[in-house]
């Protein structure tokens, strides 16, 4: 149990020590105990495999070996936050996004590879997987957003641009897809045309209800189908810092309610709770830590106190 009357900060950095894998603990250090970027990509370089992508279930919820673009875009995120994402090994990276792709250019889900290893079961894998926005959206947002040019990239955002402006068109979506596509808006190096699409997503995020705009009234909003009961999403879930598209979304007030819910949704052992389906007892271990680490970044990034006593 975290110390009583720690701050929050505190009562996390018990809760990851106790229980997180090694690069949560090293990512925990970076961003809150003046750690080192080497150190986090040290930790991340153990998921690496030799095609250049990444496995070994550092998307907890894909187990296996392998190498799969969510667990590529799970590593490109981690040296995204490092400032690490330019080197030589996004090369390599941009090798393997090449090599995995659809014949459209864009990435599936679950490459065929996995066939074999244990996944959730939401996720299935198929021999021939389609173009998928979830897979691709955040890695084209963050090598875009990181200056990255290779020719892998001109037809994964043509990809994402024709998706997001589906969306923005009146086709129906769910959370983990709108923020999909909100990561490829924000580091698409078109500004104009990404501002006026993700006005376009956000009408269709309140008009299809998928943001929950009051905490206290959670359990009478819709939950997507093949969601978790109680698997809603708020403004917190979108606009992660302030510079996000998503920001314009929500008003004031409905971002306030949204971070105070996030706030207090720390739990008695200092980690925050995994609202997506548990399908095996070692995912929810090693989700729960990269919730916490998401949760603290959010608050600190719209100024909430996180070392006083809370």
């Given at each position: 149990m975290a110390p009583s009357g720690a701050s929050a900060v505190a009562r996390a950095e018990h809760f990851?020590?106790?229980t997180a894998r090694v690069l949560e603990q090293r990512r925990f250090a970076f961003h809150f105990l003046g750690g080192g970027p080497d150190a986090v990509e040290a930790a991340l370089a153990a998921y690496e495999g030799d095609d250049g992508g990444f496995g070994f279930a550092l998307e907890p919820d894909l187990r296996g070996p392998v190498s799969q673009p969510l667990h590529t875009a799970h590593a490109l995120r981690v040296l995204d936050e490092i400032g690490h994402c330019?080197?030589?090994?996004?090369?390599r990276v941009c090798r393997y996004l090449t090599a995995v792709s659809t014949q459209d250019g864009a990435l599936p889900a679950l490459h065929p590879s996995l066939r074999g290893y244990p996944a959730a079961p939401w996720i299935p894998v198929v021999d021939d997987p389609p173009s998928d926005l979830l897979a691709t959206g955040p890695v084209v947002g963050l090598?875009?957003?990181?200056?990255?040019?290779?020719?892998?990239?001109?037809?994964?955002?043509?990809?994402?641009?024709?998706a997001v402006d589906a969306l923005g068109k009146g086709a129906r979506t769910h959370p983990y897809e709108v923020k999909?596509?909100?990561?490829f808006l924000d580091g698409v190096p078109d500004r104009a045309r990404a501002e006026a699409a993700a006005v376009r997503l956000g009408r269709a995020v309140r008009e299809q209800r998928l943001a929950v705009l009051d905490p206290e009234h959670a359990d009478d909003h819709p939950v997507p189908e093949g969601y978790a009961p109680g698997e809603h999403h708020f403004p917190h879930d979108f606009a992660r810092t302030p510079?996000?598209?998503a920001r314009p979304w929500f008003t004031d007030a409905e971002l306030a309610r949204s971070l105070d819910f996030l706030a207090a949704a720390q739990e008695p052992d200092g980690g925050w709770p995994v609202l997506w389906r548990a399908w095996a007892p070692g995912t929810l271990l090693e989700c729960r830590p990269m919730v916490t680490i998401d949760a603290l970044l959010t608050l600190r990034a719209y100024g909430r106190p996180l070392q006083g006593v809370s």
């Open positions: 990851i020590w106790l330019r080197d030589r090994r996004v090369e090598l875009h957003g990181n200056e990255v040019w290779h020719a892998w990239l001109f037809r994964a955002t043509d990809f994402c641009w024709a999909a596509a909100l990561a510079a996000s598209l």
